[in-house]
């Protein structure tokens, strides 16, 4: 059987992490996957995770099987966190269910739409997430890429509002709620005021990537365009991830949150997802959802969780904008503008392949392809380097 498998094509950013691991050059810098990392090159455990674990080391809590929604305690505080808990508010109509991270929720909600909607097309932003378009196509969706940037490298509010009129009733769009990865560029909030609008007229259901709240604007702000939505169109999907702002990448925490007309529907929606996940990988794993159940839960936890998450979120920022002042100074003015509007991990400018590999070659520095670049992973005393590289590349 194995010896009919073709080739396989390796995973592009897992192929350039691989490179990176294989380069002896004492310099190099690895600006590929999204993890933050600290001056030392490390991604810290967050001292309220460290806690956390702490306190569920000393309860030894049983390891008995959890159910197929997972930790309903965790399900709880995340749709809180989320959506809020204001009486009469969209949480109220809602329901959760524990995933793999939120690449698991991503994948669990396409096979909802694919059970619910066989017809329907998945739009998704051009240039998108790099596993969105493969989790779509394995639950069995048609996927359709829309602009996402105009000419400026801004939002292109009137462009994307043109091509979602194309989007049908039984279709289904794809926005992440904040932090636009690969590209850093946000809607503003009246931008998505007006995608709300465009839903709940057209009828298109969206479907929000909510992976990098806390990391943009502040955790509030980072969520208000998934409240948007929430409160103006009738049914939401949300995928939500715990990787980032919790720093549990390896423990693979996220939710998938169905939000219905009524509270039965949800309810409907979420038996769905408890069936899907039995025929995945039955439930998910519970350390990574005990954690963050505790932080949320604990007043004093919760307080130190978001003011280390602060604190990651303007080191992030300040490094986009020392990067940009470097940039600006060695002549690159119009990389330095584009990269100063972006928000989040990540950031994304105009190099083509060859001037992606000429930064990997000359001067050690991993980014993708693409021209995507992590700034949270770059050490403070790496950013002139990286300025001159990109200098160099863009200059010639």
Known sequence: MLELL???PADPLWALTDAFGADERAERLDLVLGVYRDETGRTPVMAAVREAEIRLAERSPSKEYRGLSGNTAFNRALLSMVLGSAPGGPAERAAA???VAGSGALRLLADLIHRTRPGATVWISEPAYVNHRP???AAGLTVRGFGWR?????FDTEGVLRELAGAGREDVVLLQGCCHNPTGVDPRPEDWRALADSAADSGWIPFVDLAYHGLGDGLEADLSATRTLA?????VLIAVSCSKNFGLYSDRVGAAIVIGASAGAARHAET???NAARTQYSMPPEHGAAVVTTILEDDGLRASWRAELELMRTRITAHRAALAAGLSALGRAEEARTLARQKGMFSMLSLTGQQMLRLRTEFAIYG???GRLNIAGIPEHRIPCLARGIAAVTGS
């Not at 105009?150 to 801004?154: P, S, T, V, Y």
Request: hydrophobic content about 40%.
């Open 368 to 370: 993708t392809a693409a």
């Open 135 to 137: 989790i779509l196509e």
């Open 272 to 274: 769905a997802l408890q």
């Open 231 to 235: 409160a103006r169109v009738p049914e």
């Open 150 to 154: 105009d000419a400026e490298g801004r």
């Open 97 to 99: 269910v524990q995933t």
């Open 6 to 8: 073709p080739p396989p």
